[in-house]
């Protein structure tokens, strides 16, 4: 092996790797080892999976907020009706309360 070909492990897939040092780029991967589906295959359906769920996730939320609004806007009548009524009991001068 030349000074400046290294082969190296590679992190993620455990195949040899033969980098130069001169162009700093891998130049060859070991030809015995075959694809078996790893790598990027594997980051790409992983990467499905989050986008589905999150996209579950995002939705649900969604629908809380609306449902919460909704349960908001409710109060909200219920407490301008109370208002009303409690008008219609209130004197309307201040002198008429003794």
């Not at 589906?37 to 986008?51: E, I, S, V």
């Not at 004197?91 to 008429?96: E, H, K, L, Q, W």
Request: aromatic letters at 4%; hydrophobic letters at 30%.
């Amino acid at each position: 092996m030349s000074k400046h070909l290294f082969r190296i492990p590679c992190p993620c897939c455990n195949k040899m790797i033969e980098v130069d040092t001169r162009s700093g780029k891998a130049r060859a991967m070991r030809a015995d080892e075959k694809d078996g589906g790893t790598g990027l295959d594997d980051l790409l359906q992983a990467q499905k999976k989050d986008q589905e769920r999150l996209s579950d996730l995002f939705s649900s939320a969604q629908d809380s907020e609306r449902n919460r609004e909704d349960a908001l806007e409710r109060q909200l009548r219920r407490a301008k009706d109370e208002a009303k009524k409690d008008k219609d009991d209130r004197p309307r001068n201040i002198f008429d309360l003794d």
